[in-house]
């Protein structure tokens, strides 16, 4: 904000270059100090799932049922195994109940059910150690927020 003295006509200070009714102020109003936001983060807790599966075992699930040397899902093992991640957490284990009786993928309300359950199931996990951690009680929590980004239903 610029303060400024109109000298014309005596005003007071051109805030963004509109002139203002209030008297000349020799110094301009000092900004408050912010407030602390009167939120805590009491208690942090993560859970992840039981499985954990390599780029070879997740691109010897996806060859069963996808042809790997079309155009796309070419691309998708290049940049799978160009991220430098070696290992990936799941809910299921690609060799057993991911499908290895199959002949054909999950769909996505399958997949969606398996998530809204074992992915509050995690949820619930990891609040539990958050609230360890914390100490605190059920009747004094006023927020929580669960993060994943797992889930293939929609709208989601």
């Known amino acids: 904000m610029a303060w400024e003295t109109d000298p014309m006509h005596?005003?007071?200070?051109?805030?963004?270059?509109?002139?203002?009714?209030?008297?000349?102020?020799?110094?301009?109003?000092?900004?408050?100090?912010?407030?602390?936001p009167g939120l805590w983060l009491t208690g942090v807790g993560t859970q992840y799932p039981p499985y954990l599966s390599t780029i070879d075992k997740f691109e010897t699930y996806v060859k069963r049922f996808y042809d790997s040397e079309i155009r796309g899902d070419k691309k998708l093992s290049e940049i799978n195994r160009s991220t430098g991640i070696e290992t990936r957490f799941t809910i299921r284990s690609f060799e057993s109940s991911l499908g290895s009786n199959r002949r054909t993928p999950s769909d996505v309300s399958e997949q969606d059910a398996l998530f809204r359950k074992a992915g509050v199931d995690l949820t619930v996990q990891a609040y539990r150690k958050a609230l360890r951690e914390w100490g605190g009680g059920f009747d004094q929590i006023t927020h929580t927020v669960g993060v994943t980004c797992t889930n293939t239903g929609n709208p989601g």
């Not at 005596?10 to 602390?36: F, L, Y």
């Open 10 to 36: 005596g005003q007071g200070p051109a805030v963004n270059g509109v002139t203002t009714s209030e008297p000349a102020k020799a110094n301009p109003p000092q900004a408050e100090s912010p407030k602390p």
